[in-house]
């Protein structure tokens, strides 16, 4: 069974730039979280969807950040515009419901904002 | 609301010693607990969980953790050290009454082996 898949793995952007990351789940995975962690600490959860309907954004920056999974499959988060403090690694990661606590973790997008 | 607390952020220990990375939780309801490892530059990986069955819980690569309501703790343990056990490991906690409710991590425990 194929993991998480997420691309790019490394992107170097200059502040004020925009840019996507994306991320395709687990095959059958109803339920796609995006997770923004910042060096030493733990996973932050930015937003969950259902399908391809929100359940949970409240920790999203909206006024930067954007997610869509248009067919309830794969996901883009983009980021417009960067700033410094967005320098992290983006986590994907999916489950089969959202009453399945066990979620699968793609390896990361890690950013650098200069 | 839901909240973890890891006590010490890098645990080192001789291979073939006793690994023990704390975790203590604070949940109004009955919570749900997890140990997650990432290995560098990999995602999260599923230890355990903890969904209010038996208390003490088996995971793979022979950790395990026991649910202990009355310190409010959820500590991971394995009997003896491999090389490769050395990675970074989160406890998070999930409300068990709601299922739209979100995972919270702890900062995380850096675990290095030395040899």
């Known amino acids: 069974e194929a993991g998480v898949a997420q691309s790019p793995r490394y992107k170097i952007i200059e502040k004020r730039q925009s840019v996507a990351f994306w991320c395709n789940p687990i095959?059958?995975?109803?339920?796609l979280y995006w997770y923004q962690q910042i060096l030493g600490q733990g996973p932050k959860l930015l937003i969950q969807f259902q399908n391809n309907g929100v359940v949970d954004d409240s920790q999203l920056p909206k006024d930067r950040f954007s997610a869509e999974r248009l067919k309830g499959v794969d996901s883009t988060l983009k980021i417009q515009p960067a700033k410094l403090e967005d320098s992290a690694v983006y986590l994907c990661?999916?489950?089969?419901?959202?009453?399945?606590?066990?979620?699968?973790f793609g390896p990361g997008t890690r950013l650098l904002v200069l | 609301a839901q909240s973890v607390t890891q006590l010490g952020s890098h645990v080192s220990v001789s291979e073939g010693a006793l690994v023990l990375l704390r975790c203590n939780y604070s949940s109004s309801v009955p919570p749900y607990l997890f140990w997650y490892v990432q290995y560098p530059n990999q995602g999260l990986q599923l230890l355990l969980k903890?969904?209010?069955?038996?208390?003490l819980v088996k995971g793979i690569n022979g950790f395990e953790a026991e649910f202990k309501k009355s310190e409010t703790s959820f500590h991971l343990t394995k009997p003896s050290a491999h090389m490769s056990d050395a990675a970074e490991y989160f406890c998070a906690v999930r409300a068990s009454v709601s299922s739209a409710s979100k995972i919270i991590f702890g900062s995380g425990t850096r675990l290095s082996i030395r040899p």
């Open positions: 903890y969904t209010s069955a038996a208390t």
């Open positions: 095959s059958g995975h109803a339920t």
């Open positions: 990661a999916s489950s089969f419901s959202r009453d399945r606590e066990t979620q699968y």
